[in-house]
């Protein structure tokens, strides 16, 4: 399944309101992949000295991630396809 990186401008934030953000999108994700509309939150990098945010998801269509993050409420600049590299445990 594709990944989406969504990135997010978020001046002032603290790290509580990142978490419960982080909380929201995994729920959301699970709301909606128990709906028909495949999206699971991965991960997220925050860069606090820049107040920017990118957090990886799974998913069948950006449309699906789109809709994830305006139902948990989080603001975001963009969608785009991504190429997650993390190793595999050996």
Same mark, same amino acid.
């Given at each position: 399944?594709?990944?989406?990186? =969504? ?7 603290? *790290?509580? /309101?990142? $978490? ?26 925050? =860069? ?7 957090? *990886?998801? /799974?998913? $069948? ?30």
């Amino acid at each position: 399944m594709p990944v989406f990186m =969504v990135e997010r401008d978020l001046p002032g934030i603290t *790290l509580e /309101e990142l $978490a419960a953000a982080q909380k929201r999108a995994i729920q959301t994700g699970k709301e909606l992949t128990a709906e028909g509309r495949q999206v699971r939150y991965i991960r997220s990098m925050f =860069v606090p000295g820049e107040s920017k945010c990118m957090c *990886l998801f /799974e998913a $069948a269509s950006p449309d699906n991630v789109r809709e994830a993050n305006e139902r948990a409420q989080i603001p975001f600049t963009r969608i785009v396809v991504a190429e997650d590299l993390t190793p595999k445990p050996e």
